[in-house]
């Protein structure tokens, strides 16, 4: 089994609705993050975490919030959702410093009509 | 601020050949360098790393990468491309005050012909 799941893993949706991004993990790891991806843009950074009650925001956090329900549950929510907003989304774990490698998620492809 | 130039969005190689993958980058204190490579439909995979130590660095696949301070350069190479070569490759940078927050750059797709 994948050590870093998301759910759902496409996604389509209208202008203004409400929608929630899960991401699980079995690693054990205290970090976790989200990140959008573009085409030419590569991957920024919108919120992470390095415990259930420590989180941030990234460099585009506008638009977007999360919840940390558990070490291994980490929510991306999109509480009105626009077209722009448009991407693939990765979740993302580390153990515990900076040089540690982030283990990515398969991705969830959202699409907003 | 830190920042990763990819040059190149799009390298074409053929079988066999020297893949060359260029990263620059930006940074205000000595940086963690990182090269994740994405295959169609999954997420991202570690390539290889550099964070102290060794400037040479080798990572899977046959891939390495060599950290220059003074050209603020962490290219990637693979002496022999494979068809399982073809991918997106990202290069990233973070700092040890940053929390572990990647900045990637915005990627190079690799084709590698027969």
């Known amino acids: 089994d994948a050590d870093v799941t998301q759910t759902p893993r496409n996604r389509i949706t209208k202008t203004g609705k409400r929608i929630m991004l899960e991401c699980s993990q079995t690693?054990?790891?205290?970090?976790m993050y989200w990140y959008r991806q573009d085409p030419g843009l590569g991957l920024r950074l919108i919120y992470y975490?390095?415990?259930?009650?420590?989180?941030n925001k990234g460099e585009i956090s506008d638009g977007y919030s999360v919840s940390r329900q558990a070490q291994a549950k980490f929510s991306l929510s999109l509480e009105s959702a626009i077209p722009n907003q448009t991407a693939l989304y990765f979740c993302?774990?580390?153990?515990?410093?900076?040089?540690?490698?982030?283990?990515f998620g398969p991705g969830t492809r959202l699409t907003v009509l | 601020a830190q920042s990763v130039t990819q040059l190149g969005s799009h390298v074409s190689v053929s079988e066999g050949a020297l893949v060359l993958l260029r990263c620059n980058y930006s940074?205000?204190?000595?940086?963690?360098l990182f090269w994740y490579v994405q295959y169609p439909n999954q997420g991202l995979q570690l390539l290889l790393k550099y964070t102290t130590g060794a400037t040479l660095v080798k990572g899977i696949n046959g891939f390495e990468a060599e950290f220059k301070k003074s050209e603020t350069s962490f290219h990637l190479t693979k002496p022999s491309a494979h068809m399982s070569d073809a991918a997106e490759y990202f290069c990233?940078?973070?700092?040890?005050?940053?929390?572990?927050?990647?900045?990637f750059g915005q990627g190079t797709e690799l084709s590698v012909k027969p």
């Open positions: 993302a774990t580390q153990l515990a410093e900076s040089t540690d490698t982030q283990y």
């Open positions: 690693k054990g790891h205290d970090r």
């Open positions: 975490s390095f415990d259930v009650k420590d989180i």
């Open positions: 990233a940078v973070t700092q040890y005050n940053q929390g572990g927050k990647l900045i």
């Open positions: 940074s205000s204190v000595p940086p963690y």
